[in-house]
């Protein structure tokens, strides 16, 4: 762990704070494995799509992970595989090796955080290495396309299907994943964005205890901004966060070798199986036959999120461009 993840890891609660000596372990892990030769038999995959759920942080991202992680016979990062970031093909094989067949997707989480072995995990460390860290994400001029490319690839190789991903840091770079991957499917959620304010808000306050705390991407955020009020903070950070998007999956959805699947998280929770046969129609359009594997579970959407600064919020949005129902006012 380099310093300022060091410091930012010290003022978490102790439900979402790492243990330091774990992590040093599980990085001389990682080195140690990617001394390791790949398997002989595994290749790059050209054929298969990457599907990439994208969205502001607490828009539903997670859920429509799992979601597609339970339902189609798709290829994902677990939370066992994601301890391997740094040899993912070898985290995949035995992350194989260890539960088999079809996993159990609990359709649980902790502002993202997932509970089972078998959940899917955001591989922040991964995405991190190739793409920078929330605090500072990389141009798209500074990722190592070629080499990350080649990574996802040989990954796409090990599952032998289509490989799902979600992270908040690769939907900062949707352009250049849909430039240099074969094929990619881009999933976009949005919610309500005053719902999606609060939840934010409780993210603060399950981390850090503190709701003027900055949490998740850096979008948004100018010189001085700590010392501006958490509902200006958050606003401005799913504003930007939005048009960013807005702008990407514009200029994404003309190439051919790329699809876009947009959703709000109400439409998800009201009828997932659309949403299921929405993205595998996308995935096979380009090509490759998708298997469904399961029946969306019954869901119920969190809509309305009461709070006492409601209203603040709503101003808050309103001056950033953000209506309070959603999408840009």
Not at 96 to 111: R, T
Not at 233 to 239: F, K, T, Y
Request: contains cysteine; proline residues 4%; charged residues 25%.
């Amino acid at each position: 762990m380099d310093k300022s993840i060091i410091l930012e890891n010290s003022q978490r609660s102790e439900e979402f704070r790492k243990s330091e000596v774990n992590e040093r372990f599980m990085a001389d892990c990682n080195k140690a494995l990617c001394q390791v030769s790949l398997p002989e038999e595994i290749r790059e995959r050209t054929d298969l799509p990457f599907i990439f759920v994208v969205g502001p942080p607490r828009s539903g991202t997670t859920l429509a992970m799992q979601l597609l992680a339970s339902c189609l016979d798709v290829g994902y990062v677990n939370n066992i595989m994601a301890r391997f970031w740094g040899a993912p093909v070898h985290g995949a094989r035995l992350s194989k090796l260890m539960v088999g067949g079809q996993p159990e997707i609990s359709f649980a989480s902790s502002f993202g955080v997932t509970p089972n072995l078998t959940d899917p995990h955001e591989f922040g460390y991964f995405w991190s290495h190739w793409l920078g860290s929330r605090d500072q994400i990389k141009t798209n001029k500074q990722v190592d396309w070629i080499g990350l490319s080649k990574e996802l690839r040989l990954l796409a190789g090990e599952f032998g299907r289509p490989v799902v991903f979600k992270n908040l840091i690769a939907g900062c770079h949707v352009q250049g994943l849909a430039e240099a991957l074969p094929k990619t499917v881009f999933v976009r959620i949005s919610r309500n964005n005053v719902d999606n304010a609060i939840s934010i808000a409780r993210a603060r306050e399950g981390y850090y205890h503190d709701r003027s705390r900055w949490w998740s991407l850096r979008s948004g955020y100018v010189d001085g901004m700590e010392k501006r009020h958490w509902t200006e903070q958050i606003s401005r950070q799913l504003a930007g966060v939005m048009s960013m998007l807005d702008t990407s999956m514009e200029t994404v959805s003309r190439f051919a070798s790329t699809r876009t699947v947009e959703v709000d998280y109400a439409s998800l929770c009201n009828d997932p199986k659309q949403f299921i046969d929405d993205v595998r129609s996308s995935v096979q359009a380009l090509g490759c036959d998708v298997r469904e594997m399961a029946s969306p579970p019954a869901l119920e959407a969190e809509v309305g999120l009461k709070d006492d600064d409601r209203s603040c919020i709503v101003r808050a949005l309103e001056e950033c461009g953000l209506s309070s129902h959603g999408g840009m006012a």
